[in-house]
């Protein structure tokens, strides 16, 4: 059954920590991309990856660091650098270059404590 | 102006009624809208997909684009209490693997 994992699903953290969300894939979706949601906000790009080992930042890079060590994989490390950290995080894939339409895990929802 | 607004909500209505959700923009190179329906604390699911201008029917879902006006809208009939959810609307320009603008959504509730 090919989907997108996210784990875990809720995640609690001390402010100082950094904390790193998981996002898995097996659908063999080329480009990857992780995404803030804030309540009444629309999502936010972090950073996405079109290809292995490459990956560019979003719109709201600054505390966020991510990895693309493998085509499946795409973790998101929420640094303690992020001001404020708290929020819906959503992982999406596309499936190639040919592509426009997104298909999203479940979330990850972080709260700093 | 941000480049992707839509009517911010909430937005109740009763059981059978017809909905219309609406997005305006104002990038002129957007040519994908998507319109996706998030439940609460659920990831969004893609809901309809559409290129340039016209209209697109999916059971009782229809996207309509108008370029002219750079506003796009979704179409619910004989709404249910099962579509009470949030509905984001999506857009990108040409170019493949471009990056979604989204608008911040609209929350919907169906009264049974």
């Known amino acids: 059954d090919g989907g997108i994992t996210q784990s875990p699903k809720y995640l609690f953290r001390k402010e100082g920590q950094n904390v790193t969300l998981s996002c898995e894939q097996n659908?063999?979706?080329?480009?990857m991309y992780w995404y803030r949601q804030d309540p009444g906000q629309g999502l936010r790009l972090i950073y996405y990856?079109?290809?292995?080992?490459?990956?560019q930042k979003g719109d709201i890079a600054e505390g966020y660091s991510v990895s693309r060590e493998k085509k499946e994989s795409f973790p998101l490390t929420v640094t303690s650098a992020q001001k404020n950290p708290t929020a819906f995080y959503l992982c999406?894939?596309?499936?190639?270059?040919?592509?426009?339409?997104?298909?999203f895990g479940p979330g990850t929802r972080l709260t700093v404590l | 102006q941000k480049e992707v607004e839509q009517d911010p909500g909430p937005l109740s209505v009763p059981e059978g009624a017809i909905v219309s959700l609406n997005c305006t923009y104002s990038?002129?190179?957007?040519?994908?809208f998507m319109w996706y329906r998030q439940y609460s604390r659920k990831g969004p699911e893609l809901l309809m997909y559409?290129?340039?201008?016209g209209n697109k029917e999916d059971g009782r879902f229809t996207a309509q684009v108008d370029k002219s006006s750079k506003y796009i809208s979704l179409f619910i009939r004989d709404s249910q209490p099962s579509d009470s959810a949030t509905y984001l609307c999506a857009m990108s320009p040409t170019g493949a693997n471009s990056k979604l603008t989204f608008g911040k959504g609209i929350t919907l509730s169906v009264r049974p």
């Open positions: 559409t290129y340039s201008s």
């Open positions: 990038n002129s190179a957007f040519q994908y």
């Open positions: 659908l063999n979706h080329d480009a």
């Open positions: 990856s079109q290809i292995v080992n490459d990956f």
């Open positions: 999406a894939s596309l499936p190639g270059v040919s592509y426009n339409e997104q298909f």
